[in-house]
């Protein structure tokens, strides 16, 4: 999830990259050299350990300077940027220096919020760098953070690739780890949580195995841990998640006020319906620490939590509060936390009834989403806008805008899918390369043609092996997301969701079939509409929650008193309708006496208080109107009659 971004990868990057200096632009001896060539030549001849023992010779005595302004990064984010900006004014940094000071400043703008001036810091300091050294690939792992953070996938992925063939020739362990770690981050992003797991569990075991942490390393494990307490709580493991939650907030120091602002926030987000004064207080204080310092952090999405925890407590107004200060602060940079904030403020809005407010909302929304790149998932404003369609009473708007929601889930889910085909066969072919280290040693006592002949089919094997799985598993996934789409589609259009009755729908479609079956093969059919008396009065005394309970049980004692051949349709509210084949006025009568008395003895008592519960009832027969929207029209205005004369009438249409 792209709301909490990144965590405190900068800290990890910044130490790689202090360690990369030496193969920096005032390196003398930049990759590309004899010695890479003879590595790319060999991949096993173990390149990374000379790399790190000759860039740590170079950086013995470092910059003190440097490790003062990531201490700050990782507290205040602003504050370091005043520090980065007097450190580049200064004439004795060198250009390498300014090349690993602006990397560590796109960082710290990344985390102040300054979004805006993210890719032009990270541009300048590439034009600094050496294109073959190695802190061009700290750059490039940025740069996809920040790609994905704003919505651009395909370059993040990108920018991913490019430095995971680097490391595919020249294995380097600390930027191994930082590669694995933005993979992570950029699989959660997209919603992969399987993959983003994957890479998580192996980064946290790879930290595990390492003797001697780097300064400020523990910093990194953080992240690591607070990215696997937010996939297992998508995966809907709340014990791993809450467990690894605690773990990151032992980990980290009580000055990185960074890295506790996200784990207040992610708690926030687990306990927002379980144990929402916990949550709220954990998110209270974290805002409270920003304030005072006058740093943003998550604020923006501890808000719109706050508004969840609000909204679940009844306290509308604080809600309402939450989530307009969540929209003040989020900027238009930040796509996905901007549509969230604004997506929680108009649902809360039309929960609140208050359309206009709403609308405006979806207008801005509308808007901003024009601007966006096409990666960023819309699908939200779609729900939203059916959410107001459906309070201004436009239900096939509605309609309208829930299927096109559904539709582009659907079309994202398979863009997912699609995209990492590539992901799967890249792990694919580093596992099996590790696996079968030892027999390509023994090959390389074969004939030159023979093994390269071999290694050529191994190739299109292992490539067209994982290409068919990858397919295979990709279509059937997406058959069974159509299937369950569908499904839910079909309910949506066909099916009440309270009583779980045929809706309207259901009803305009059969009723031409069933007024035909009636003149073909000539019996009488009648169609009644039912309302149950004074519904509105009865929801302003005893609430929505009772009133739901009565329309439920009502439809209940309907269907008890109802043939297996009738129908029993809900129109909306306390509004149903009944289709009685084969009857005429007595036992249609006969039927709805017998239902008037049962739904005194039967409701009336589930009210809190003593309260008759009857209903008023029109008729009309298909001997009487063959044409099937004028039969339930009549039978319309039997009812408004029936209403007219008092509480438990049942009137037939009559000219």
Same mark, same amino acid.
């Given at each position: 999830m792209?709301?909490?971004?990144?965590?405190?990868l900068?800290?990890?990057?910044?130490?790689?990259? +202090?360690?990369?200096a030496?193969l920096?632009?005032?390196?003398p !001896?930049?990759?590309g050299?004899?010695?890479?060539?003879?590595?790319?030549a060999?991949?096993?001849s173990?390149?990374?350990?000379?790399?790190?023992?000759?860039?740590?010779?170079?950086?013995?005595?470092?910059?003190?300077?440097?490790?003062?302004?990531?201490? @700050?990064?990782?507290?205040?984010?602003k504050?370091?940027?005043?520090?980065?900006?007097?450190?580049?004014a /200064?004439? =004795? #940094?060198? &250009?390498?220096?300014?090349?690993?000071?602006?990397?560590?400043?796109?960082?710290?703008?990344?985390?102040a919020?300054?979004?805006?001036?993210?890719?032009?810091? @990270?541009?300048?300091?590439?034009t600094?760098?050496?294109?073959? =050294?190695? @802190?061009?690939?700290?750059?490039?792992l940025?740069?996809?953070n920040?790609f994905?953070?704003?919505?651009?996938?395909?370059?993040?992925?990108?920018?991913?690739?490019?430095?995971?063939?680097?490391?595919?020739?020249?294995?380097h362990?600390?930027l191994?780890?930082?590669h694995?770690q933005?993979?992570?981050?950029?699989?959660?992003?997209? &919603?992969?949580?399987d993959?983003?797991?994957?890479?998580?569990?192996?980064?946290?075991?790879?930290l595990? !195995? #390492?003797?001697?942490?780097?300064?400020?390393?523990s910093?990194?494990?953080g992240?690591?841990?607070?990215?696997?307490?937010?996939?297992?709580?998508?995966?809907?493991?709340?014990?791993?998640?809450?467990?690894?939650?605690?773990?990151?907030?032992?980990?980290?120091?009580?000055?990185?006020?960074?890295a506790?602002?996200?784990?207040?926030? %992610?708690?926030?987000y687990?306990?927002? /319906?379980?144990?929402?004064?916990?949550g709220? &207080?954990?998110?209270?204080?974290?805002?409270?620490?920003? &304030? =005072?310092?006058?740093?943003?952090?998550?604020?923006?999405?501890?808000y719109?939590?706050?508004?969840n925890?609000?909204?679940?407590?009844?306290e509308?107004?604080?809600?309402?509060?939450? *989530?307009?200060?969540?929209?003040e602060?989020?900027?238009?940079?930040?796509?996905?936390?901007y549509?969230?904030?604004?997506?929680?403020l108009?649902?809360l809005?039309?929960?609140?009834?208050?359309?206009?407010?709403?609308?405006?909302?979806?207008?801005?929304?509308?808007?901003?989403?024009k601007?966006?790149?096409?990666?960023?998932?819309?699908?939200? +404003?779609?729900?939203?806008?059916?959410?107001?369609?459906?309070?201004?009473?436009?239900?096939?708007?509605?309609?309208?805008?829930?299927?096109?929601?559904?539709?582009? $889930?659907?079309?994202?889910?398979?863009?997912?899918?699609?995209? /990492?085909?590539?992901r799967?066969?890249?792990?694919?072919?580093q596992?099996?390369?590790a696996?079968?280290?030892?027999k +390509?040693?023994?090959?390389?006592?074969?004939?030159?043609?023979?093994?390269a !002949?071999?290694?050529?089919?191994?190739?299109?094997?292992?490539?067209? #092996?994982?290409?068919?799985?990858?397919?295979?598993?990709?279509?059937w996934?997406?058959?069974?997301?159509?299937?369950?789409?569908?499904?839910?589609?079909?309910?949506?259009?066909m099916?009440?969701?309270?009583?779980?009755?045929? /809706?309207?729908?259901?009803?305009?479609?059969?009723?031409?079939?069933?007024?035909?079956?009636?003149?073909?093969?000539?019996?009488?059919?009648?169609?009644?509409?039912? $309302?149950i008396?004074e519904?509105?009065a009865?929801?302003?005394?005893?609430?929505?929650?009772?009133?739901?309970?009565?329309?439920?049980?009502?439809?209940a004692?309907c269907?008890?008193?109802?043939?297996?051949?009738?129908?029993?349709?809900? +129109?909306?509210?306390g509004?149903?309708?009944?289709?009685?084949?084969?009857?005429d006025?007595a036992?249609?009568?006969?039927?709805?006496?017998?239902?008037?008395a049962e739904?005194?003895?039967?409701?009336?008592?589930?009210?809190?208080?003593?309260? %008759?519960?009857?209903?008023?009832a029109?008729i009309?027969?298909?001997?009487?109107?063959?044409?099937?929207v004028l039969?339930?029209?009549?039978?319309?205005? *039997? %009812?408004?009659?029936?209403?007219?004369?008092?509480?438990?009438?049942? !009137?037939?249409?009559?000219?």
């Amino acid at each position: 999830m792209k709301i909490i971004h990144a965590g405190m990868l900068f800290s990890c990057l910044l130490i790689t990259a +202090l360690a990369g200096a030496a193969l920096s632009v005032d390196d003398p !001896s930049p990759i590309g050299s004899a010695a890479e060539q003879s590595v790319a030549a060999n991949p096993n001849s173990g390149y990374g350990q000379s790399t790190s023992q000759k860039a740590a010779h170079a950086w013995q005595i470092p910059d003190p300077r440097f490790y003062q302004v990531t201490s @700050l990064t990782v507290d205040r984010p602003k504050a370091a940027i005043a520090e980065l900006d007097n450190l580049l004014a /200064n004439p =004795s #940094t060198s &250009k390498s220096q300014r090349a690993e000071l602006l990397l560590i400043k796109a960082w710290a703008l990344f985390y102040a919020g300054d979004w805006a001036d993210v890719p032009t810091t @990270l541009n300048h300091g590439m034009t600094l760098v050496d294109h073959k =050294s190695l @802190l061009i690939q700290y750059y490039r792992l940025a740069q996809a953070n920040f790609f994905s953070a704003v919505g651009e996938t395909q370059q993040a992925f990108s920018q991913l690739d490019s430095v995971g063939q680097y490391l595919k020739l020249m294995p380097h362990p600390e930027l191994q780890h930082v590669h694995l770690q933005i993979s992570a981050q950029l699989h959660q992003d997209a &919603k992969d949580y399987d993959m983003a797991l994957y890479f998580y569990l192996k980064l946290l075991d790879e930290l595990s !195995s #390492t003797a001697k942490p780097l300064p400020l390393f523990s910093a990194d494990r953080g992240t690591v841990l607070r990215g696997l307490a937010f996939v297992y709580y998508m995966l809907d493991d709340k014990v791993l998640s809450e467990r690894y939650l605690f773990s990151a907030e032992q980990q980290e120091p009580a000055t990185h006020h960074v890295a506790r602002a996200e784990i207040a926030c %992610l708690r926030g987000y687990q306990l927002q /319906n379980t144990s929402a004064d916990e949550g709220a &207080k954990a998110l209270l204080a974290m805002l409270e620490v920003a &304030k =005072s310092q006058q740093e943003l952090y998550c604020s923006p999405f501890a808000y719109a939590i706050l508004s969840n925890i609000y909204q679940n407590k009844a306290e509308q107004s604080a809600a309402l509060a939450a *989530a307009l200060k969540a929209t003040e602060l989020v900027k238009r940079e930040n796509p996905d936390l901007y549509l969230y904030t604004w997506y929680n403020l108009g649902y809360l809005y039309l929960q609140q009834h208050k359309p206009e407010q709403a609308q405006q909302v979806i207008s801005q929304l509308e808007q901003f989403s024009k601007t966006l790149p096409e990666n960023v998932n819309r699908s939200g +404003l779609l729900y939203l806008q059916a959410a107001y369609a459906q309070a201004k009473g436009d239900y096939q708007q509605a309609l309208e805008r829930t299927q096109s929601y559904y539709q582009q $889930e659907l079309a994202s889910i398979a863009e997912s899918n699609i995209r /990492n085909i590539a992901r799967y066969r890249y792990l694919y072919d580093q596992e099996k390369s590790a696996a079968h280290s030892d027999k +390509l040693q023994l090959q390389t006592e074969l004939s030159a043609a023979a093994l390269a !002949s071999q290694q050529a089919n191994q190739r299109i094997f292992l490539a067209g #092996t994982a290409v068919v799985f990858s397919l295979l598993l990709v279509i059937w996934l997406f058959h069974r997301r159509s299937l369950a789409w569908q499904r839910q589609a079909f309910q949506l259009q066909m099916v009440d969701p309270l009583t779980k009755l045929p /809706n309207q729908n259901f009803l305009a479609q059969q009723a031409p079939q069933l007024v035909a079956m009636a003149r073909r093969y000539q019996f009488d059919l009648a169609m009644v509409v039912l $309302e149950i008396d004074e519904l509105a009065a009865l929801e302003r005394q005893f609430g929505e929650q009772a009133i739901s309970l009565v329309i439920k049980e009502f439809a209940a004692l309907c269907r008890q008193h109802l043939r297996e051949t009738d129908q029993l349709i809900r +129109l909306s509210g306390g509004h149903f309708a009944m289709v009685l084949p084969y009857s005429d006025d007595a036992a249609t009568f006969a039927v709805l006496n017998k239902l008037q008395a049962e739904c005194a003895l039967a409701i009336s008592p589930l009210l809190p208080k003593p309260r %008759l519960i009857s209903f008023s009832a029109g008729i009309q027969f298909s001997s009487q109107q063959a044409d099937p929207v004028l039969l339930v029209l009549e039978a319309e205005r *039997a %009812l408004s009659l029936s209403v007219v004369e008092g509480r438990g009438k049942v !009137s037939k249409f009559m000219l």
